[in-house]
T-cell receptor, first 111, second 115 residues
């Protein structure tokens, strides 16, 4: 069954800690994306990668980092520099012009 | 600068009636538009799309209309069902002939269909 797996579903982070969100896909899609959802602000692009070993900043990349060492994986690290990290994080993939396929998301809460 | 706007944060309709969700965009380079549906604590799922060479696309109860001159698109759901209650996101991109490009999303409209 092809799809996108985001883990964990819920994540709690203490202030000042880095935390990494996992995104794995077996759709063989080239492009992968990270979005953040906040109430009333829709989906905002954090980072995206169109091929392995290459990635680009999105609209709100500050305080985040990514890597794309293999096609199947695009982990997102939320660093202590991110001032307001509590949000719902969505990973997506795409191939050509068929739109995006989204994972089920990770809810990150700073405690 | 919000390139894709959904000015209605919420919409409530009666079951069986028509739901009309609106979306406006500012970038004239956008040539591909999509609608996604999202339930709480889940990822969005693709609903319907339209290319800028068309002005209408239909899929069952869902129809998307595109008015390029007004930079406006709308999603019609007929008849509306309680299971349609969700947040609907409009998205746009300048695909440029199939190249992989990023989507720009609107802020979403929460649709509530009352039984």
């Amino acid at each position: 069954d092809g799809g996108i797996t985001q883990s964990p579903k819920y994540l709690f982070r203490k202030e000042g800690q880095n935390v990494t969100l996992s995104c794995e896909q077996n759709l063989n899609h080239d492009a992968m994306y990270w979005y953040r959802q906040d109430p009333g602000q829709g989906l905002r692009l954090i980072y995206y990668s169109q091929i392995v070993n290459d990635f680009q900043k999105g609209d709100i990349a500050e305080g985040y980092s990514v890597s794309r060492e293999k096609k199947e994986s695009f982990p997102l690290t939320v660093t202590s520099a991110q001032k307001n990290p509590t949000a719902f994080y969505l990973c997506a993939t795409s191939q050509g012009d068929y739109g995006y396929t989204f994972g089920s998301g990770t809810r990150l809460t700073v405690v | 600068d919000q390139q894709v706007k959904q000015n209605s944060p919420s919409l409530s309709v009666q079951e069986g009636r028509i739901s009309i969700l609106n979306c406006d965009y500012t970038n004239s380079m956008f040539d591909y538009f999509l609608w996604y549906k999202k339930y709480p604590a889940e990822g969005p799922t693709f609903l319907i799309s339209i290319s800028s060479i068309k002005d209408k696309n239909e899929d069952g109860r869902f129809t998307v209309f595109l008015n390029k001159s007004a930079k406006h698109l709308s999603l019609h759901i007929v008849p509306s069902q309680p299971g349609d209650s969700a947040v609907y996101f409009c998205a746009a991109s300048d695909w440029g002939g199939g190249a992989t490009n990023k989507l720009i999303f609107g802020t979403g409209t929460l649709l509530a269909v009352q039984p």
